[in-house]
């Protein structure tokens, strides 16, 4: 079982470098003074979110990025899963598919009513994970979203 860590101050070093692989992965500019600005206050503790480092705390093998929300339609706390990256070098073994799993378990303990995930497409390497994992698609659903 893949051990996770909530990441804190600190851990910076650690994250960074996958946050910079997972974003060039996924096509994004992003600038590493952006990177800092956006999860400094998830690591300092602020209740929108939480990162999960994944594996040895020396030799993180990946992360996982959650934003809080609340629900009406959900009853209570809601979460996004807002990013989600295993190094390429050791996907493949189930690691991607445990996170999915291991988050939902771990954070409904504290609440947590429902946690959603967005992916490029029904084929796509996450969809197949997801559903493996016990996530349906919501019927009848169309996702929007306006940046700022």
């Known amino acids: 079982m893949t051990v996770l860590h909530l990441a804190r101050e600190g851990d910076e070093t650690r994250l960074l470098p996958m946050l910079r692989a997972c974003h060039t992965e996924l096509g994004l500019q992003s600038e590493e003074w952006a990177l800092r600005e956006a999860m400094t206050p998830i690591l300092e503790g602020a209740p929108y979110g939480a990162i999960y480092i994944a594996g040895p705390a020396r030799a993180p093998i990946g992360y996982a990025a959650i934003s809080f929300g609340w629900s009406l339609v959900a009853g209570g706390l809601s979460a996004e899963l807002?990013?989600?990256?295993?190094?390429?070098?050791?996907?493949?073994?189930?690691?991607?598919?445990?996170?999915?799993?291991?988050?939902?378990?771990?954070?409904?303990?504290?609440?947590?009513?429902?946690?959603?995930?967005?992916?490029?497409?029904?084929?796509?390497?996450?969809?197949?994970?997801?559903?493996?994992?016990?996530?349906?698609?919501?019927?009848?659903?169309?996702?929007?979203?306006?940046?700022?």
């Open 82 to 148: 807002d990013e989600i990256w295993v190094r390429p070098a050791i996907r493949g073994r189930g690691i991607g598919g445990e996170l999915l799993s291991t988050l939902p378990r771990a954070l409904s303990a504290a609440g947590l009513r429902r946690l959603r995930l967005q992916v490029p497409g029904p084929d796509h390497a996450l969809a197949r994970l997801a559903r493996a994992a016990g996530y349906r698609t919501t019927e009848g659903a169309l996702s929007f979203s306006r940046a700022f």
